[in-house]
């Protein structure tokens, strides 16, 4: 059997990891698809190196560019990569725009679609990963749920018969690296002068965040207000757009940073006294790693973050700093996101129904 795994995005290098691994470990034919989404090395190539991911058979170097643009850059792009390779299954990460074109470029091609981190919904259809999301499960053969809620909400939309809850991938591969970094203290600190429990985490790249000039300003400026260090490592579309409406992000509390590169980031979110993102990942990762979560948006995918109390959803502003201050959440046995063994179970799962 053959798998071909197309990602473009950061987060969606971490969930190949696993894959990877799992299968070569399992004697699988495995090749990845990079699109070219996420083109800065920081954001790309170091997670391959990082994560011991094998270089990509094929490179599409889509870039940037509006969302129809760049959906289309890809649909067209990977037919030729897709009728070369011949897999007997396609696997699509999380819910960017590669996630939404490799979709669509191999069901098209009759190729057998698998959707990993299925089922999670925002319910806020003006994001457009909500979109990419929603469209994906639907046109997949095999949905691969990461938690009880996304497999609820695949039911609700008629998708039961299609849907196997295995964990989240990102729950085997932080655990690998958590392993690793636990006794690093990360030089970052020592270049900040900072201690360990007395700094924040944050990270502002949605384009919601961004887009809005008095949203980032007033996100920026609450950052900036906090009491103790800042640690910003900023994404290049963050860079860019405060650049072009004169927003300080160095300003007060904020020390920016290039972006880390994965096990960075798990060393710096372990030591941190909480983590302000809009992210969606991070929220997940803070809550594993049992660091207090602010995330500055009006709804998330990873509920389980909420109701366990280790997440809070907030406007800029007055809210963002007393959250990002609240005392630290009580402890939790609770596992909502797995034991860490879910590439087994997708590899698992695709190898039993190669014959679709």
Known sequence: ???????????QFV??????????????????????QHYDPMLSDVFFRDLEIPAPVAHLGVGSGSHGRQTGAMLSAMDGVFERERPDWVLVYGDTNSTIA???????????VAHLEAGLRSFNRRMPEEHNRVLTDHVADLLFAPTRVAMTH????????RSLMVGDVMTDVLYRVRERVASVIPSMMDEEQIRPGEYFVATIHRAESTDDQDRLRSIVASLASLDLPVVLPAHPRLVARAAEVGINLSDGALRLRPPLSYPELVAVVMHARGVITDSGGLQKEAFLLGTPCTTVRTETEWVETIELGWNELVE???????SATRARPAPTDEAPYGDGRAAFRVIDSLLNHSSL
């Open 1 to 11: 059997m053959k798998i071909l795994s197309v990602v473009g995005a950061r987060p």
């Open 15 to 36: 969930k190949l990891a696993p894959i990877v691994h799992e299968a070569i470990r399992r004697g699988v034919e495995h090749v990845t698809v990079h699109t070219g």
């Open 102 to 112: 490799a979709a669509l470029a191999a069901v098209k091609l009759h190729l057998p």
């Open 154 to 161: 695949l039911a609700r939309e008629g998708l039961a018969s």
């Open 316 to 322: 800029p502003g007055a809210d963002l700093v007393r």
